[in-house]
């Protein structure tokens, strides 16, 4: 392509600009070779005219297409060149807020001078695992390349961070290591990588300070090695320092500060433990107050000092130690701020004993303050016959001072990096390391000293490492294409290194004038000039002598040499250094003492810690001896970068360089100038120089295949070799073939040539849009005439409808307003008639009217004259009939009133009788009757109260009559007066009567008065009543609008508690996550022990016992605390410590129940003791009394005897039968091991089964025994019952004597035992006969003995009882005479109305309790019932056991060899398992069970088998085999999840079975709750005995950390799909365009094969979870929660990867992703799971989608989108929008106007600051209640199990 092809009109150029460094402009008219100049028109529209040099013909950089612009990687762009690359940095930096950018090996970063959230754990894990092409540019994509080459390709790596001061390495670096800690965390529990973290605050604070360009700048570099072992994990860390600072101890420039540690130490100086240091502010101090501001903006130098401290403690430093460093650090200042006086001479100077600074550096050094206070103003000269003491003038005390100071911080700062390292150390192997290097950048300033001269050596080593690792990797990639190459040439600073380094070079030179006693600066500067000044890299200043020019590849640089020699020389007096080596305290002593064996020992640790290179320190060696030369500072860093490149050159490294953005630290702001300098020092333009010699653009055939399709002819596309047809496009559109070459697997153009591609396939597009275009218009014009025309036709007919109807209207109404004419007037002539009628015949009424009224007033006045007499005449009469009819009933009511007294008198007389009584209570006669039996009944068994109450009745009956007598006396003397008393009544009655008269009138006359007050009032009244009504209906408003928010303020918080609920619910499955965890932890920790401690004398677990087996985490289960100890003792030693120790728990409660027992038996028998001496006082009492119970004690001894000898019996069955257990167990051994003898066996076996049903029926005599002798004690105790307090202790006297219970136990097995083998076999003699018996005998009485003390217990507590009882009929009878008290005082009537409700409420309080005491007894009744039922059941279970053995035995005495076939029973849904076979069981039945045999069972068949086994157990109230089966069956589940811990299958099938164990032990618990849709059957398989709850939780716990395991596992499957299927497999075809560029993705970072997938294989996958789930019976609900979960992780991985890609973020992107969420939708609703919420939590996906589609332009849309996004965070929408990335040049970017319009609309949102959602995050999962309809005895177990040692029952 020709240069006037390229330099057409509309071109975009750059060209020079002194303010923004480049400009863009456009050409005006075509370019023509010959010109002399462009014609330009500026972005502002300026015209401008750019000269063009004709002999260079150097023509202005043409500008990227707009599309190529704010590319991920620089090297990408078609047009390579500094403003190419200064335009894209600017726009990602200001337009995205990107920071990040790669420049093809390099990660450049823009220091943005904010805290930005993209460092957080979730965007380290979304980093974690990808390619470094595929994610955006970031320093975790770099951290994330390092670590996987170095486990893919086992080589050491190194990442170097180098910048200006204020660019960002320390924070890039920190972040690197943060990345690494995280990622390769430590295997063990050191905790290494919270070491590695915590370094970073200690070296900050001694290591960094503030200066005019940084607040936080590292003074000094550092090379952090981060060990790793075989797995990858970090198992340590070493640190190697260059080149301190040590000036700015005691120098600082305006506004500078010193080290950080010394104002943190400041600032913590009012700590009580730091008062000793004699600190105050800053200011105070000259070594800190040098650049006048002492603080930072934004900075706390107290909390930073407290972290310092933490970070101290956790890397294992001392609180002592701690405190020396910090006195060191502070005796610093005080030396700074001692005052040094010139003497008068001048050549001396002295210091003031009393200098309290002095004082203070010698107090916390521990040195000599005399000795400090001479050799600080002296120094000593030796020559070689004699030693001089000389005095120094005031600057060389000062310059040695400050010399000193320098030289502690120095050996501080070394000391603390060595306890670093070792704190750092690990004594394991390490297996590689990647290096994180932190380095100061190229440095120039006004005046550039030794220190810079220094840095920017080391960056020329390092620049040309860096030139040689690009060109490196250029020419693998050609070599690997199979491209021929020619030599690119490029920069080569080695001249410039030689100049420095080599023989007689700049540092040569130096250390040889330091040697010189008498060197000077200016000396050494005229060498540098004699030797150097032909030199190309070396000039000298025209108008200095005593300074250097050193050309740099970045720079020309002016160094000073003033200061040179003394800072080569680093010189500290030996003197004083003498004194600190004598100081009292160890850690100042051991500072400066010499080191000799330091760097052998540092070589031989770097030699053990890699097998690639020797690694050694890089700490300056001490000084060795006074003889032996010490060596410059310049030599030891030549020395220590010498080390450092050989440890670069053996890694692969990895690039970052930081740029800093502007010198003010504004946020966000960019300054070209600044930025063009730093990328030309970096090495990032060279890395774009080196790319553009060669072949900067590469395609791979398939991506340039989609993209150029366009420009293919289609004969072309027939061909299906897609290489041929890139062939044949490229060589027919390229003419030039230099201008591209063919790889193996990518195409390579030269600078341009893409962006010339770009332009044809623009112009085929454009070409093709005219012609759409032309064709769109005409088809539109078409369609518009036609539109026209039809319109204009339309419009036609109904102007002529509308004349139409206008004239037929005109017709109309003519003819209707003739009509009306008519009408109108026929009307008013007659109205006008009828007028004139009307008006006539109106006269006439009027006339005759008058007359008629005339006549009717005179017969109206003849009326009422007549009616006036009528009414006075009967007035008359009326009054008269009134004065008769009122004597009349005076007389009438004189009579009546007698009468009514004579019928009252009667009538109260008939009231005190008893019929009226009766009368009045018809209807309660029947329930007093029946209440009144129920009264006898009580009365009957409370005899002994009988005569007391009698007794108080007499009494009582005595003081009644006494009462009525002193009544009937009052009433005589009443009576007499009586008469006298009624004449007065009656005369103060009369008296009383006509004042009533009087105050009437005076009443009424007030009322009239009052009426009228209160008719006003009422009227007031009515009006406030208003009032209030209408402040009622706004109460009632306000009251209603108040509801309405308490009740949203109450939904609120019922969501909130919703939330809190899961918050809790999650927090506690995380513990159990943590715990599993942990428990895993443990698991691999102790394997990894015994690989390690494997000895001779080790013993090894058995391989079938988990480590979980010997757990104690779940509780033992036991009806009763009660045990026998020598028992489980001996049932240790039978079965075995290995499985015995999951019972000890059981051993230890049982221990600690014996140690209570005794105790409380030596408790009562203090209390017998003191009793028997109670009792001996009333023998001769009782023995008076015992003679009349001598026969029912004949008969109580009588069974008492026979219930010892059945109790012998039942010891000797027990004995018996302890033996043939064990002769079976041996049996069996023998028989399992020589399958020998099967009758002998069975013949055991019988006699097990007989002893087993003698021994119940001797358990039943006695039983029945027990009872006999309870009631005949009970009967003789009711003869007993008028002297309470006497009972059974006289015949019994040991009876208060406490027995254990174990022994009672024991003497009735051993009294069973004894009478069963008496009975069945009879071998014993009759001493043992007798032994036994007098055993049984001993321990019977003390069980009797027990009994006994326990009923006199129930006897005192009635006795308590009936007292009690007898006090509340006391305080009754007490109520009872008070009342009858009062009521004498009533009078006789009111009497009978008291007596009358006193008697009711008495017989209604008793009717309750009766009620009470009725429902009382019928629970009971109901509760022994169903005790009875269970009882009976035993009982017939039993008598038929019993009957079979007693068949069974029949048949074996007749012949033994003959078998009866036994009646099968019907199956009751238990299993029988012997002890020995548990381990078979658990084995068979959860070890090694496959899931596909089980395929057409019954889901869950291992759970119904299971609770089977537990339900027998319980059946058989063995709480010892509950707890071994529940935890064997928990231990052999965790260890098959742990074998098979990626087995998706194998981990739903428990998690199912698990599940149903826990359904069942809720099922069948007994708990109300949980019966609710059992059946009948169900409801008899529930367990009877044992509640285990305690188990129930172990379950719930253990299913959520399968369900966890669960969804790992499901996860970790699914993940990898994730971002193939959603984001970049085309779902719909041809609708994605491929971008004109991408990242070139090296060869290292990509793994070989095709992980691609797409949404098929994700629904395939998910189609497998599913089936598998639910062929294996999982629960609905729990595959519902599964199933969200997964959608959840899918929306999570999907939407960070958006973003963290640019690549993605496009129109069509989420075109495809509308269509996957909703293919997985579809999927939801096919499988009826969308109502498990997984569709809601695809809400932030299917929003980021809409996002992507949605127009991005007006106000509108930002509106738009506002109100659409609601599930994205503010911070996820700008980011979304900031990648937005257009796919072709049509496609419009989205304005940073647009975003912040965006940005201020969502400022009210209270988003969380997390940019990335955490895909890591599991919901809280919830395992509702599910029962089975199964009854257990409908379970069949196949054969295959091989579980025929299990007996249905």
Same mark, same amino acid.
């Given at each position: 392509?020709?240069?006037?092809?390229?330099?057409?009109?509309?071109?975009?150029?750059?060209?020079?600009?002194?303010?923004?460094?480049?400009?863009?402009?456009?050409?005006?008219?075509?370019?023509?070779?010959?010109?002399?100049?462009?014609?330009?028109?500026?972005?502002?529209?300026?015209?401008?005219?750019?000269?063009?040099?004709?002999?260079?013909?150097?023509?202005?950089?043409?500008?990227?297409?707009?599309?190529?612009?704010?590319?991920?990687?620089?090297?990408?762009?078609?047009?390579?060149?500094?403003?190419?690359?200064?335009?894209?940095?600017?726009?990602?930096?200001?337009?995205?807020?990107?920071?990040?950018?790669?420049?093809?090996?390099?990660?450049?970063?823009?220091?943005?001078?904010?805290?930005?959230?993209?460092?957080?754990?979730?965007?380290?894990?979304?980093?974690?695992?990808?390619?470094?092409?595929?994610?955006?540019?970031?320093?975790?994509?770099?951290?994330?390349?390092?670590?996987?080459?170095?486990?893919?390709?086992?080589?050491?790596?190194?990442?170097?961070?180098?910048?200006?001061?204020?660019?960002?390495?320390?924070?890039?670096?920190?972040?690197?290591?943060?990345?690494?800690?995280?990622?390769?965390?430590?295997?063990?529990?050191?905790?290494?990588?919270?070491?590695?973290?915590?370094?970073?605050?200690?070296?900050?604070?001694?290591?960094?300070?503030?200066?005019?360009?940084?607040?936080?700048?590292?003074?000094?570099?550092?090379?952090?090695?981060?060990?790793?072992?075989?797995?990858?994990?970090?198992?340590?860390?070493?640190?190697?320092?260059?080149?301190?600072?040590?000036?700015?101890?005691?120098?600082?420039?305006?506004?500078?500060?010193?080290?950080?540690?010394?104002?943190?130490?400041?600032?913590?100086?009012?700590?009580?433990?730091?008062?000793?240091?004699?600190?105050?502010?800053?200011?105070?101090?000259?070594?800190?107050?040098?650049?006048?501001?002492?603080?930072?903006?934004?900075?706390?130098?107290?909390?930073?000092?407290?972290?310092?401290?933490?970070?101290?403690?956790?890397?294992?430093?001392?609180?002592?130690?701690?405190?020396?460093?910090?006195?060191?650090?502070?005796?610093?200042?005080?030396?700074?701020?001692?005052?040094?006086?010139?003497?008068?001479?001048?050549?001396?100077?002295?210091?003031?004993?009393?200098?309290?600074?002095?004082?203070?550096?010698?107090?916390?050094?521990?040195?000599?303050?005399?000795?400090?206070?001479?050799?600080?103003?002296?120094?000593?000269?030796?020559?070689?016959?004699?030693?001089?003491?000389?005095?120094?003038?005031?600057?060389?005390?000062?310059?040695?001072?400050?010399?000193?100071?320098?030289?502690?911080?120095?050996?501080?700062?070394?000391?603390?990096?060595?306890?670093?390292?070792?704190?750092?150390?690990?004594?394991?192997?390490?297996?590689?390391?990647?290096?994180?290097?932190?380095?100061?950048?190229?440095?120039?300033?006004?005046?550039?000293?030794?220190?810079?001269?220094?840095?920017?050596?080391?960056?020329?080593?390092?620049?040309?490492?860096?030139?040689?690792?690009?060109?490196?990797?250029?020419?693998?990639?050609? +070599?690997?294409?199979?491209?021929?190459?020619?030599?690119?040439?490029?920069?080569?600073?080695?001249?410039?290194?030689?100049?420095?380094?080599?023989?007689?070079?700049?540092?040569?030179?130096?250390?040889?004038?330091?040697?010189?006693?008498?060197?000077?600066?200016?000396?050494?500067?005229?060498?540098?000039?004699?030797?150097?000044?032909?030199?190309?890299?070396?000039?000298?200043?025209?108008?200095?002598?005593?300074?250097?020019?050193?050309?740099?590849?970045?720079?020309?640089?002016?160094?000073?040499?003033?200061?040179?020699?003394?800072?080569?020389?680093?010189?500290?007096?030996?003197?004083?250094?003498?004194?600190?080596?004598?100081?009292?305290?160890?850690?100042?002593?051991?500072?400066?003492?010499?080191?000799?064996?330091?760097?052998?020992?540092?070589?031989?640790?770097?030699?053990?810690?890699?097998?690639?290179?020797?690694?050694?320190?890089?700490?300056?060696?001490?000084?060795?001896?006074?003889?032996?030369?010490?060596?410059?500072?310049?030599?030891?860093?030549?020395?220590?970068?010498?080390?450092?490149?050989?440890?670069?050159?053996?890694?692969?490294?990895?690039?970052?360089?930081?740029?800093?953005?502007?010198?003010?630290?504004?946020?966000?702001?960019?300054?070209?100038?600044?930025?063009?300098?730093?990328?030309?020092?970096?090495?990032?333009?060279?890395?774009?120089?080196?790319?553009?010699?060669?072949?900067?653009?590469?395609?791979?055939?398939?991506?340039?295949?989609?993209?150029?399709?366009?420009?293919?002819?289609?004969?072309?596309?027939?061909?299906?070799?897609?290489?041929?047809?890139?062939?044949?496009?490229?060589?027919?559109?390229?003419?030039?073939?230099?201008?591209?070459?063919?790889?193996?697997?990518?195409?390579?153009?030269?600078?341009?040539?893409?962006?010339?591609?770009?332009?044809?396939?623009?112009?085929?597009?454009?070409?093709?849009?005219?012609?759409?275009?032309?064709?769109?218009?005409?088809?539109?014009?078409?369609?518009?005439?036609?539109?026209?025309?039809?319109?204009?036709?339309?419009?036609?007919?109904?102007?002529?409808?509308?004349?139409?109807?206008?004239?037929?209207?005109?017709?109309?109404?003519?003819?209707?307003?003739?009509?009306?004419?008519?009408?109108?007037?026929?009307?008013?002539?007659?109205?006008?008639?009828?007028?004139?009628?009307?008006?006539?015949?109106?006269?006439?009424?009027?006339?005759?009217?008058?007359?008629?009224?005339?006549?009717?007033?005179?017969?109206?006045?003849?009326?009422?004259?007549?009616?006036?007499?009528?009414?006075?005449?009967?007035?008359?009469?009326?009054?008269?009939?009134?004065?008769?009819?009122?004597?009349?009933?005076?007389?009438?009511?004189?009579?009546?009133?007698?009468?009514?007294?004579?019928?009252?008198?009667?009538?109260?007389?008939?009231?005190?009788?008893?019929?009226?009584?009766?009368?009045?209570?018809?209807?309660?006669?029947?329930?007093?009757?029946?209440?009144?039996?129920?009264?006898?009944?009580?009365?009957?068994?409370?005899?002994?109260?009988?005569?007391?109450?009698?007794?108080?009745?007499?009494?009582?009956?005595?003081?009644?009559?006494?009462?009525?007598?002193?009544?009937?006396?009052?009433?005589?003397?009443?009576?007499?007066?009586?008469?006298?008393?009624?004449?007065?009544?009656?005369?103060?009655?009369?008296?009383?009567?006509?004042?009533?008269?009087?105050?009437?009138?005076?009443?009424?006359?007030?009322?009239?008065?009052?009426?009228?007050?209160?008719?006003?009032?009422?009227?007031?009244?009515?009006?406030?009543?208003?009032?209030?009504?209408?402040?009622?209906?706004?109460?009632?408003?306000?009251?209603?609008?108040?509801?309405?928010?308490?009740?949203?303020?109450?939904?609120?918080?019922?969501?909130?508690?919703?939330?809190?609920?899961?918050?809790?619910?999650?927090?506690?499955?995380?513990?159990?996550?943590?715990?599993?965890?942990?428990?895993?932890?443990?698991?691999?920790?102790?394997?990894?022990?015994?690989?390690?401690?494997?000895?001779?004398?080790?013993?090894?677990?058995?391989?079938?016992?988990?480590?979980?087996?010997?757990?104690?985490?779940?509780?033992?289960?036991?009806?009763?605390?009660?045990?026998?100890?020598?028992?489980?003792?001996?049932?240790?030693?039978?079965?075995?410590?290995?499985?015995?120790?999951?019972?000890?728990?059981?051993?230890?409660?049982?221990?600690?129940?014996?140690?209570?027992?005794?105790?409380?038996?030596?408790?009562?028998?203090?209390?017998?003791?003191?009793?028997?001496?109670?009792?001996?006082?009333?023998?001769?009492?009782?023995?008076?009394?015992?003679?009349?119970?001598?026969?029912?004690?004949?008969?109580?001894?009588?069974?008492?005897?026979?219930?010892?000898?059945?109790?012998?019996?039942?010891?000797?069955?027990?004995?018996?039968?302890?033996?043939?257990?064990?002769?079976?167990?041996?049996?069996?051994?023998?028989?399992?091991?020589?399958?020998?003898?099967?009758?002998?066996?069975?013949?055991?076996?019988?006699?097990?089964?007989?002893?087993?049903?003698?021994?119940?029926?001797?358990?039943?005599?006695?039983?029945?025994?027990?009872?006999?002798?309870?009631?005949?004690?009970?009967?003789?105790?009711?003869?007993?019952?008028?002297?309470?307090?006497?009972?059974?202790?006289?015949?019994?006297?040991?009876?208060?004597?406490?027995?254990?219970?174990?022994?009672?136990?024991?003497?009735?097995?051993?009294?069973?035992?004894?009478?069963?083998?008496?009975?069945?076999?009879?071998?014993?003699?009759?001493?043992?006969?007798?032994?036994?018996?007098?055993?049984?005998?001993?321990?019977?009485?003390?069980?009797?003995?027990?009994?006994?003390?326990?009923?006199?217990?129930?006897?005192?507590?009635?006795?308590?009882?009936?007292?009690?009882?007898?006090?509340?009929?006391?305080?009754?009878?007490?109520?009872?005479?008070?009342?009858?008290?009062?009521?004498?005082?009533?009078?006789?009537?009111?009497?009978?109305?008291?007596?009358?409700?006193?008697?009711?409420?008495?017989?209604?309080?008793?009717?309750?309790?009766?009620?009470?005491?009725?429902?009382?007894?019928?629970?009971?009744?109901?509760?022994?019932?169903?005790?009875?039922?269970?009882?009976?059941?035993?009982?017939?279970?039993?008598?038929?056991?019993?009957?079979?053995?007693?068949?069974?035995?029949?048949?074996?005495?007749?012949?033994?060899?003959?078998?009866?076939?036994?009646?099968?029973?019907?199956?009751?849904?238990?299993?029988?398992?012997?002890?020995?076979?548990?381990?078979?069981?658990?084995?068979?039945?959860?070890?090694?069970?496959?899931?596909?045999?089980?395929?057409?069972?019954?889901?869950?068949?291992?759970?119904?088998?299971?609770?089977?086994?537990?339900?027998?157990?319980?059946?058989?109230?063995?709480?010892?085999?509950?707890?071994?089966?529940?935890?064997?069956?928990?231990?052999?589940?965790?260890?098959?999840?742990?074998?098979?811990?990626?087995?998706?299958?194998?981990?739903?099938?428990?998690?199912?079975?698990?599940?149903?164990?826990?359904?069942?032990?809720?099922?069948?618990?007994?708990?109300?709750?949980?019966?609710?849709?059992?059946?009948?059957?169900?409801?008899?398989?529930?367990?009877?005995?044992?509640?285990?709850?305690?188990?129930?939780?172990?379950?719930?716990?253990?299913?959520?950390?399968?369900?966890?395991?669960?969804?790992?596992?499901?996860?970790?499957?699914?993940?990898?799909?994730?971002?193939?299927?959603?984001?970049?497999?085309?779902?719909?075809?041809?609708?994605?365009?491929?971008?004109?560029?991408?990242?070139?993705?090296?060869?290292?970072? +990509?793994?070989?094969?095709?992980?691609?997938?797409?949404?098929?294989?994700?629904?395939?996958?998910?189609?497998?979870?599913?089936?598998?789930?639910?062929?294996?019976?999982?629960?609905?609900?729990?595959?519902?929660?599964?199933?969200?979960?997964?959608?959840?992780?899918?929306?999570?991985?999907?939407?960070?990867?958006?973003?963290?890609?640019?690549?993605?973020?496009?129109?069509?992107?989420?075109?495809?992703?509308?269509?996957?969420?909703?293919?997985?939708?579809?999927?939801?609703?096919?499988?009826?799971?969308?109502?498990?919420?997984?569709?809601?939590?695809?809400?932030?996906?299917?929003?980021?989608?809409?996002?992507?589609?949605?127009?991005?332009?007006?106000?509108?849309?930002?509106?738009?989108?506002?109100?659409?996004?609601?599930?994205?965070?503010?911070?996820?929408?700008?980011?979304?929008?900031?990648?937005?990335?257009?796919?072709?040049?049509?496609?419009?970017?989205?304005?940073?106007?647009?975003?912040?319009?965006?940005?201020?609309?969502?400022?009210?949102?209270?988003?969380?600051?997390?940019?990335?959602?955490?895909?890591?995050?599991?919901?809280?999962?919830?395992?509702?209640?599910?029962?089975?309809?199964?009854?257990?005895?409908?379970?069949?177990?196949?054969?295959?199990?091989?579980?025929?040692?299990?007996?249905?029952?």
């Amino acid at each position: 392509m020709s240069v006037s092809e390229l330099y057409g009109q509309y071109t975009r150029v750059w060209i020079p600009d002194p303010d923004e460094v480049w400009r863009s402009a456009e050409l005006t008219k075509d370019y023509k070779e010959g010109d002399t100049s462009l014609q330009l028109r500026l972005e502002d529209e300026t015209i401008r005219e750019y000269p063009i040099d004709v002999q260079s013909n150097q023509l202005p950089f043409l500008r990227n297409p707009d599309i190529l612009v704010g590319e991920n990687d620089l090297t990408a762009l078609s047009y390579l060149h500094e403003p190419a690359v200064l335009h894209n940095l600017k726009v990602r930096f200001l337009e995205s807020n990107h920071i990040y950018t790669y420049c093809g090996i390099v990660l450049v970063a823009i220091n943005p001078y904010e805290q930005l959230p993209i460092y957080g754990q979730d965007v380290i894990y979304a980093y974690s695992g990808q390619n470094m092409g595929d994610m955006d540019p970031h320093i975790f994509a770099v951290a994330e390349e390092a670590y996987k080459q170095m486990a893919r390709d086992e080589k050491n790596q190194s990442i170097i961070v180098s910048g200006e001061s204020g660019a960002g390495k320390t924070v890039s670096a920190k972040y690197a290591m943060r990345y690494f800690a995280t990622v390769g965390g430590s295997a063990s529990d050191t905790n290494i990588e919270e070491k590695v973290l915590a370094s970073s605050p200690i070296m900050e604070a001694i290591g960094n300070a503030k200066t005019t360009r940084n607040d936080n700048s590292s003074r000094f570099g550092k090379y952090i090695q981060i060990g790793f072992d075989k797995r990858y994990h970090i198992i340590g860390a070493n640190m190697r320092t260059y080149l301190l600072e040590k000036s700015r101890v005691v120098f600082q420039a305006d506004d500078e500060r010193n080290y950080h540690i010394f104002y943190q130490l400041c600032a913590a100086a009012s700590l009580p433990e730091f008062k000793e240091l004699a600190l105050t502010c800053a200011e105070d101090f000259f070594y800190t107050s040098q650049g006048r501001d002492t603080c930072i903006e934004g900075v706390d130098d107290a909390e930073d000092f407290e972290k310092t401290r933490q970070a101290f403690t956790l890397l294992g430093v001392r609180e002592s130690h701690q405190i020396s460093i910090f006195k060191i650090i502070a005796s610093i200042l005080h030396l700074g701020n001692v005052e040094i006086q010139a003497e008068r001479d001048g050549d001396s100077c002295s210091i003031s004993p009393q200098d309290e600074h002095l004082n203070s550096f010698c107090r916390l050094l521990g040195v000599e303050h005399s000795q400090m206070e001479h050799w600080l103003c002296h120094r000593k000269l030796v020559t070689t016959s004699e030693t001089y003491v000389k005095t120094m003038s005031l600057q060389q005390v000062v310059n040695a001072r400050n010399a000193l100071a320098k030289h502690i911080y120095a050996q501080l700062f070394g000391w603390i990096v060595e306890h670093i390292n070792k704190a750092l150390h690990t004594p394991l192997k390490q297996h590689s390391f990647i290096g994180v290097l932190d380095i100061y950048g190229f440095e120039t300033f006004e005046v550039n000293s030794f220190e810079q001269f220094c840095i920017n050596y080391a960056n020329e080593k390092l620049q040309q490492q860096f030139n040689s690792h690009v060109f490196k990797l250029e020419q693998e990639e050609y +070599m690997k294409e199979q491209i021929p190459w020619t030599l690119i040439d490029f920069y080569d600073n080695q001249p410039c290194i030689d100049l420095i380094e080599a023989k007689l070079g700049i540092l040569d030179l130096l250390d040889e004038e330091c040697k010189v006693p008498k060197g000077t600066d200016q000396n050494w500067a005229q060498k540098l000039y004699d030797r150097h000044s032909g030199s190309q890299h070396f000039q000298k200043p025209r108008m200095s002598n005593t300074a250097f020019i050193v050309v740099h590849f970045a720079d020309k640089v002016e160094y000073l040499s003033d200061g040179f020699l003394e800072k080569n020389r680093d010189t500290v007096y030996e003197e004083q250094i003498n004194i600190l080596k004598a100081s009292k305290f160890p850690l100042v002593a051991d500072l400066f003492h010499d080191d000799k064996d330091s760097v052998p020992a540092t070589t031989a640790s770097g030699k053990g810690s890699s097998s690639k290179i020797n690694i050694r320190s890089a700490r300056p060696p001490l000084k060795v001896s006074n003889k032996e030369h010490k060596k410059t500072v310049g030599h030891q860093f030549r020395t220590s970068l010498h080390l450092l490149m050989e440890t670069l050159n053996a890694t692969t490294p990895h690039y970052v360089r930081c740029i800093k953005p502007n010198d003010e630290k504004l946020p966000f702001h960019f300054d070209p100038k600044r930025a063009v300098q730093q990328l030309r020092a970096c090495g990032v333009l060279e890395t774009i120089r080196i790319s553009a010699a060669g072949y900067p653009s590469r395609w791979a055939y398939h991506d340039f295949f989609n993209r150029y399709r366009v420009l293919v002819k289609k004969r072309e596309l027939a061909n299906t070799d897609k290489k041929a047809i890139c062939r044949s496009v490229l060589e027919s559109l390229i003419k030039d073939p230099d201008k591209f070459q063919f790889g193996r697997t990518k195409i390579f153009f030269r600078a341009g040539q893409v962006a010339y591609l770009e332009k044809l396939r623009a112009d085929k597009f454009r070409a093709a849009t005219i012609m759409i275009q032309k064709t769109v218009r005409g088809w539109l014009q078409k369609v518009k005439y036609r539109r026209l025309k039809a319109t204009t036709l339309t419009l036609q007919r109904y102007c002529r409808g509308l004349l139409a109807r206008r004239l037929a209207e005109h017709l109309r109404r003519t003819r209707a307003a003739i009509m009306l004419q008519k009408q109108y007037r026929m009307r008013r002539a007659r109205l006008a008639y009828q007028r004139v009628h009307r008006a006539t015949i109106t006269i006439q009424a009027f006339t005759r009217g008058m007359f008629v009224r005339r006549m009717y007033q005179q017969v109206l006045m003849e009326h009422k004259a007549t009616i006036l007499q009528k009414h006075v005449r009967g007035w008359v009469a009326r009054r008269r009939f009134q004065r008769l009819r009122g004597a009349a009933i005076v007389i009438q009511c004189a009579f009546r009133m007698l009468k009514a007294k004579q019928e009252l008198k009667a009538l109260k007389i008939e009231a005190r009788s008893a019929e009226h009584l009766k009368r009045l209570n018809v209807g309660m006669e029947n329930k007093v009757v029946q209440l009144q039996r129920k009264i006898d009944d009580q009365n009957k068994e409370f005899k002994t109260l009988s005569e007391q109450l009698s007794a108080v009745t007499s009494t009582h009956t005595m003081e009644v009559e006494k009462l009525k007598k002193e009544l009937a006396r009052y009433q005589q003397s009443q009576g007499e007066d009586g008469s006298l008393r009624l004449q007065e009544e009656v005369e103060s009655l009369r008296a009383e009567l006509q004042r009533a008269h009087s105050e009437r009138k005076i009443l009424e006359d007030a009322h009239t008065k009052e009426k009228d007050e209160l008719r006003k009032r009422v009227a007031d009244l009515e009006e406030e009543n208003a009032l209030l009504k209408d402040e009622k209906e706004q109460l009632n408003n306000q009251i209603l609008c108040q509801v309405k928010d308490e009740s949203a303020q109450n939904s609120a918080k019922e969501n909130l508690m919703k939330r809190e609920l899961e918050e809790e619910r999650s927090r506690y499955q995380n513990l159990v996550k943590e715990y599993s965890r942990l428990e895993q932890r443990y698991d691999n920790l102790r394997d990894e022990m015994t690989i390690i401690k494997q000895t001779p004398g080790h013993r090894r677990n058995p391989s079938n016992q988990s480590s979980l087996e010997s757990d104690s985490n779940y509780p033992s289960i036991s009806t009763s605390e009660v045990g026998d100890t020598e028992d489980a003792l001996q049932q240790v030693e039978d079965i075995g410590l290995e499985k015995a120790a999951m019972d000890m728990t059981v051993f230890l409660k049982l221990q600690k129940r014996v140690r209570e027992l005794e105790q409380e038996r030596k408790k009562l028998q203090v209390q017998l003791e003191k009793r028997e001496q109670q009792d001996s006082r009333k023998v001769q009492v009782e023995q008076a009394k015992n003679d009349l119970d001598l026969d029912q004690d004949a008969d109580l001894a009588y069974n008492s005897l026979k219930r010892q000898e059945l109790e012998s019996e039942n010891k000797k069955l027990k004995n018996d039968l302890n033996e043939l257990r064990k002769a079976v167990a041996d049996q069996a051994t023998q028989n399992n091991s020589s399958h020998s003898s099967p009758d002998s066996y069975s013949l055991l076996l019988n006699q097990l089964k007989l002893a087993n049903e003698e021994l119940e029926v001797r358990k039943e005599e006695v039983l029945i025994l027990r009872t006999q002798i309870v009631s005949a004690d009970q009967r003789r105790l009711a003869g007993k019952s008028t002297e309470p307090n006497i009972n059974a202790r006289t015949s019994w006297p040991n009876s208060e004597k406490h027995v254990d219970q174990e022994d009672a136990i024991e003497a009735y097995h051993g009294v069973c035992q004894t009478n069963s083998k008496t009975e069945d076999w009879g071998y014993l003699n009759e001493d043992g006969e007798l032994g036994l018996a007098y055993q049984g005998l001993k321990q019977v009485a003390r069980l009797l003995e027990a009994q006994l003390q326990a009923q006199s217990r129930e006897h005192e507590e009635e006795v308590e009882g009936l007292r009690a009882q007898v006090e509340a009929l006391k305080e009754e009878l007490d109520k009872q005479q008070q009342t009858f008290c009062q009521t004498l005082l009533l009078s006789p009537e009111a009497q009978v109305e008291f007596g009358v409700q006193q008697e009711i409420s008495r017989l209604t309080n008793e009717n309750l309790d009766l009620k009470e005491l009725v429902e009382k007894l019928e629970k009971n009744e109901r509760k022994l019932k169903k005790q009875l039922k269970i009882y009976m059941k035993k009982v017939q279970d039993l008598e038929a056991a019993q009957a079979l053995a007693q068949s069974e035995r029949r048949r074996h005495e007749l012949n033994r060899q003959v078998t009866v076939q036994r009646k099968e029973k019907d199956f009751q849904g238990m299993l029988e398992y012997h002890k020995e076979d548990e381990a078979l069981l658990i084995r068979n039945l959860v070890t090694d069970l496959k899931p596909q045999a089980l395929a057409g069972t019954v889901p869950c068949l291992p759970a119904y088998i299971l609770y089977m086994c537990i339900r027998h157990a319980d059946y058989v109230n063995d709480d010892l085999k509950v707890h071994s089966l529940l935890t064997s069956t928990i231990n052999g589940i965790k260890k098959v999840l742990k074998k098979h811990n990626d087995d998706f299958e194998m981990t739903s099938f428990w998690l199912s079975n698990t599940c149903r164990l826990l359904h069942c032990l809720k099922q069948y618990s007994g708990d109300e709750g949980f019966m609710t849709q059992n059946t009948a059957k169900q409801n008899e398989h529930c367990l009877k005995n044992f509640d285990l709850t305690e188990y129930r939780q172990v379950l719930s716990d253990l299913s959520i950390q399968i369900y966890q395991q669960l969804i790992k596992i499901a996860e970790g499957v699914l993940q990898p799909m994730i971002v193939s299927a959603m984001l970049e497999n085309e779902s719909i075809q041809g609708l994605s365009g491929v971008k004109p560029t991408g990242y070139r993705k090296r060869s290292s970072s +990509m793994v070989d094969g095709d992980n691609s997938y797409c949404l098929e294989a994700v629904i395939r996958q998910m189609n497998s979870f599913h089936t598998v789930m639910c062929d294996q019976g999982l629960d609905p609900e729990i595959i519902l929660q599964v199933f969200k979960q997964l959608f959840y992780m899918i929306n999570a991985v999907t939407l960070n990867n958006l973003l963290l890609r640019k690549d993605v973020c496009s129109w069509s992107t989420g075109m495809q992703l509308r269509y996957n969420i909703s293919q997985l939708e579809e999927w939801l609703r096919g499988r009826n799971l969308h109502q498990s919420g997984a569709v809601q939590t695809m809400e932030p996906l299917i929003q980021a989608a809409q996002l992507l589609q949605l127009k991005k332009k007006t106000p509108e849309d930002a509106e738009a989108i506002c109100s659409l996004c609601t599930s994205l965070s503010t911070q996820q929408i700008v980011k979304i929008l900031n990648l937005y990335t257009p796919l072709n040049e049509f496609e419009e970017r989205v304005t940073v106007a647009f975003i912040r319009t965006i940005q201020a609309q969502l400022q009210e949102r209270n988003d969380p600051q997390q940019l990335l959602l955490d895909f890591k995050h599991m919901f809280p999962v919830l395992f509702p209640f599910n029962p089975s309809s199964l009854t257990m005895d409908s379970i069949h177990i196949p054969a295959y199990l091989n579980l025929e040692f299990l007996n249905e029952v």
